[in-house]
């Protein structure tokens, strides 16, 4: 059983496995020092307090070093750097120390450098002492930094013969001392993994002319007889440059790599056996050291590891028996205490992130939380912020939705859904920022967005396993003006055309211009066995919806309501009436009294032309007509464009036989003003479609349509220069195609 107790105070001591650079050398014995003494300690520059139910682990903080009393973190400057701190278990406070590197020392001896002179501190206390050490002008430029431990730095430098040295350097009082260790033959490496019960356990190689021979030694760093005392040298696999391991009085751990893979050995120190366990592929996976009986071991970076790996997570594994058990679900950095005990930097789904302490308990691994980072290690949307009404009225109007993280190595999925259709808008990010921003472009399933009540949802999974997935999820209304010329609720026009086989289609077209152009967002096909009608006219809402509708009067005279359903699609039709064959043409969708319903006008075939008031009635639309005048006859085209003018009624505009297109417009009771002439050449167009604000600039705007091309006029506002001419995309090549437009 794995016990794991959260949130106490520990004066444990703790050690950091740190990862140090390989050097060449055969060992021999050096001389045994005391413990050096050290000069008066610098006072720190802040202090501060921890709290009492817990340590405060910054979220960035990782382990670099520890000792019976403390422990030494670094944390991104900012700016490809590393900042320290010397934080005390028993009092919580931290103190900040100058360098810009940080090493593992194996006790309360902070040691930090600017890569040449090595500062180290007494951490123990305002009586502590401090001394520093230039490693160039000890040992010459070309001498390189291997280690520390203790007070003791450890480092290379080549010989006469260009075979490296190793040294160890002290300064027990105001002077440097240095002393040899190792010299140089035909060794081609050798590194320090770590130290612990006054030895330092060392991985080396060397070359015979034939092959290479790799060994591994514990060296006593105050061993019997003038110098220090070797154990012998073992035997063992090839290692890497980043090879990791650990000493205990019980065992040597260390990892190997061969063919690919790499392996955990430990060599028991009392039956001198050696074991090897399989750890996988991956080179980086780290041994953080034994606890009693067990090997612990794991993938650091699972933090922000980009591909799941059960290897991220810190495992026991028996050494003595084949049980594994999984202490935390990720580990970054871990660190071997001077008592034995493991100090792992990681994460727990139920206990979250922080500093953990690994011990034997009853013969089996027991997890204590040390610190905290308040930050949990299952993903977690802390923050969210999305607007809950979106007008999407404004030409390029975009949606930004916001969300915080607890982490964000993760694939974050968002989903926004209109509850009436169902239709959705998707997007994926992946290792976001935090807050994650999401635009949306007020499009869905890539038309312009429906009015209406959305839900979206957020899923935000772990890249590296590690951990639950995040959700949330919330609610948003988009709001747009009505548009007559509108079915699937969106607020930008829709026109309808029918083909030469009765098949009728609607184009959703985009209600912004790009680069002066109207472009369309999709083709739809309505349904089949339209050319049984004579006239079909899009007329607007007249019958009490948001939506617009349609009429078609059909061979036997009767006139047909599809009232809209606000999703692209028509209701079954319902009957107006009969008796509308003597009507040749039929212009609908203004509101020409100003009371809010679209009304209708017909002219018969003596040319005049009638006024049908829409009465918001789904059963009957239309109020009995009302005679407006004579003399229609003479145009061929009639056209209802809502107010274009400026006035407080819809207008309409005629073309007459010679192609002049005239505006009248409308005076508020059903009829309308004096004609005014608008221009020539119209007859090229065989439809003219009062088509509703196409470029949503606030006004009504007209389609033509004809074998010479399709427009869009979009309106002015000016009685006597209603229109301007934009070009679009409807109906490419398709000007003789269709056989009705509205």
Excluded: C
């Amino acid at each position: 059983m794995t016990h794991l107790i959260s949130g106490r105070r520990l004066a444990a001591a703790i050690l950091t496995v740190s990862t140090v650079t390989a050097v060449a050398g055969t060992l021999v014995t050096a001389p045994a020092l005391a413990a050096p003494a050290l000069a008066p300690a610098l006072a720190p520059a802040a202090v501060t307090a921890g709290t009492e139910a817990s340590l405060s682990l910054p979220a960035d903080a990782e382990i670099v070093s520890a000792g019976t009393n403390g422990f030494l973190t670094a944390r991104p400057d900012g700016s490809g750097g590393k900042t320290f701190a010397w934080t005390n278990i028993a009092d919580g406070t931290t103190t900040p120390l100058p360098g810009q590197f940080g090493y593992d020392t194996g006790s309360d001896t902070a040691v930090t450098s600017d890569g040449r002179t090595y500062m180290l501190r007494d951490m123990n206390g305002p009586g502590s002492f401090h001394t520093s050490i230039d490693l160039k002008t000890a040992l010459g430029e070309d001498a390189v930094f291997v280690g520390a431990s203790g007070t003791l730095l450890f480092a290379t430098k080549p010989d006469a013969r260009g075979k490296l040295d190793l040294y160890r350097v002290s300064k027990p009082y105001d002077s440097v001392v240095k002393q040899k260790i190792s010299y140089g033959s035909q060794n081609t490496g050798f590194k320090i993994l770590g130290s612990g019960g006054n030895e330092v356990f060392i991985l080396g190689s060397d070359y015979d002319g034939l092959a290479t021979r790799y060994f591994s030694t514990t060296y006593k760093l105050n061993g019997s007889g003038p110098f220090g005392l070797y154990d012998y040298t073992k035997p063992v696999g090839a290692w890497a440059a980043n090879a990791t391991g650990s000493v205990s009085p019980a065992y040597l751990a260390w990892t190997e790599r061969a063919n690919g893979t790499t392996e955990a050995s430990v060599y028991n120190r009392t039956a001198y056996t050696t074991t090897r366990f399989p750890l996988g592929t991956d080179e980086n996976v780290t041994v953080a050291g034994t606890v009693g009986d067990w090997l612990l071991y794991g993938l650091p970076g699972g933090a922000t590891a980009t591909s799941p790996n059960p290897l991220h997570a810190l495992t026991a594994r028996s050494i003595t028996g084949t049980a594994k058990v999984k202490l935390l679900d990720h580990i970054t950095s871990s660190a071997v205490a001077p008592d034995g005990s493991l100090l792992v930097r990681g994460g727990s789904a139920t206990e979250g992130e922080g500093l953990y302490r690994i011990t034997e308990f009853g013969g089996e691994p027991y997890v204590t939380q040390v610190a905290t980072t308040g930050q949990p290690t299952s993903v977690r949307v802390t923050v969210d912020n999305v607007p809950t009404v979106v007008d999407l009225d404004k030409n390029g109007t975009t949606v930004p939705m916001r969300w915080s993280l607890s982490r964000t190595n993760v694939v974050m999925d968002v989903t926004l859904t209109h509850g009436l259709t169902g239709k959705k808008f998707t997007q994926r990010l992946t290792q976001p920022s935090s807050p994650a921003l999401i635009t949306w472009n007020g499009l869905l399933d890539g038309i312009s967005a429906p009015n209406g009540d959305y839900t979206w949802t957020v899923t935000a999974k772990p890249l590296n396993g590690i951990g639950t997935a995040g959700y949330d999820s919330g609610n948003l209304r988009v709001v747009r003006k009505a548009n007559p010329h509108d079915f699937n609720d969106n607020g930008s026009t829709d026109v309808l055309a029918r083909d030469a086989s009765g098949a009728l289609w609607r184009d959703d077209l985009f209600d912004w211009p790009v680069s002066g152009q109207i472009t369309t967002a999709r083709r739809t096909k309505i349904g089949t066995g339209w050319q049984t009608y004579k006239q079909i006219e899009s007329v607007g809402n007249i019958a009490g919806s948001a939506h617009g509708d349609l009429i078609a009067l059909d061979g036997a005279g009767y006139l047909w309501h599809y009232l809209g359903k606000g999703d692209g699609t028509l209701a079954t039709r319902a009957k107006v009436g009969s008796g509308w064959g003597g009507y040749n043409k039929l212009a609908g969708g203004s509101d020409l009294t100003g009371d809010g319903r679209a009304d209708l006008l017909a002219t018969d075939a003596s040319g005049v032309l009638w006024f049908y008031k829409g009465t918001g009635s789904s059963t009957a639309p239309f109020a009995t007509r009302v005679r407006v005048g004579s003399g229609w006859g003479g145009y061929n085209q009639l056209t209802a464009v809502g107010n274009i003018a400026g006035t407080a009624a819809g207008d309409l505009v005629a073309r007459d036989t010679a192609g002049v297109l005239w505006l009248y417009q409308g005076n508020g009771t059903g009829g309308f003003a004096t004609r005014v002439r608008i221009g020539s050449g119209w007859g090229a167009f065989s439809q003219l479609v009062g088509a509703g604000d196409v470029d949503n600039d606030g006004r009504p705007d007209l389609i033509a349509y004809g074998a010479g091309g399709t427009y869009v006029y979009r309106s002015t506002g000016s009685a006597t220069a209603p229109f301007s001419r934009m070009t679009t995309n409807l109906y490419p090549g398709e000007g003789t195609k269709f056989t009705s437009v509205s």
